[in-house]
């Protein structure tokens, strides 16, 4: 996009010779009356005047062509005067450095496209350039003309396509950087939602604590309601409670822990087993048993009264 603004722009600006004759024609009548150093000047100013619109050209189209492959992002800091960016030697530096062996391939390959397409071209016209002296001023202009605009519509047509390759080309290797290996991803993981070891240990401390605390409430009880695997210990004080409460559950190992701590405080045992796996699968620890569980519990718990006033 660059190097066709920059060449556009300047066909454009070349299609009237006025202001070069102009310029020259000043130079020679100044020739003989000014110095060397008003003569550097004038001519300074007018191939800056003349160059400015090329280098506006060469900056739009560079925006441009960043804006169309991403959004901008505005760095003042980067714009900044750094001494050591004028140094050739640290520039040469930077450019070893910076480049990779693809890169520098792409060079390789751009400049050697270009020598090809110039050789072609100058070759294909080699017969009328050697003529050109022949020829009239107007005549050679038309053929050196149109020599050059053939020639930069085959650089920038084959550096269009090189271009758009290598756009491509570029964002998969842009993706392909950015993407996380496993390892990456784990490490995020850790970072983000903790370690899963220490989330299972912690899990595991959690969950030893609440069997502790349940544990050590059993011996409150009143009854504890089994079958041969499910066990649920239930509590129930009238005076503090709207509905019976069901303060440990259990099966397997922890339900012989409940049994063991039932015997050992004296708590009645009573086998129901349907009662105990409803309560085991509907009821949590510390909560109060539904409404539908309500009469077998107070068929229960009428039971454990009544053996507890008959007389030994």
Known sequence: ?????????????????????AFLAGMLQKATTANSSELIRHAGTYFLTAAAPVFIAAVLAALAGNFLQGLPIFAPQAATLKWERLSPVQGFSRLKTRMSWIQWLKMVFLVGLVALIVWKTVSASWD????????????????????????????????????????????????ESIKQTKAEVKDDLKATEGNPAVKAKIRSIQREAARRRMMSRVKDAD??????????????????????????????????????????????????????????????????????????????????????????
């Open 223 to 312: 009854v504890i309601v089994t079958n041969p695997t499910h066990y649920a210990a239930l509590e129930y004080k009238p005076d503090r409670m709207p509905a019976p409460r069901v303060i440990a559950k259990g099966r397997d190992l922890i339900a012989q822990q409940i049994q063991a701590l039932g015997r050992e405080h004296d708590i009645p045992t009573v086998e129901n087993v349907p009662l105990a796996q409803a309560l085991y699968r509907l009821v949590d620890i510390d909560h109060d048993i539904p409404l539908e569980l309500y009469k077998p519990v107070a068929e229960v718990l009428a039971h454990v009264y009544k053996i507890r006033q008959r007389p030994e």
């Open 128 to 175: 009328q350039l050697v003529t050109l002296p022949a020829h009239s001023l107007d005549s050679s202009n038309s053929v050196i003309r149109s020599l050059m605009m053939r020639l930069l519509a085959y650089i920038i047509i084959a550096v269009g396509i090189l271009a758009a390759g290598d756009y491509f080309i570029q964002r998969w290797r842009f993706e």
């Open 1 to 21: 996009m660059t190097l066709l603004a920059c060449t556009a722009t300047v066909f454009y600006l070349m299609q009237s010779p006025t202001g070069f004759r």
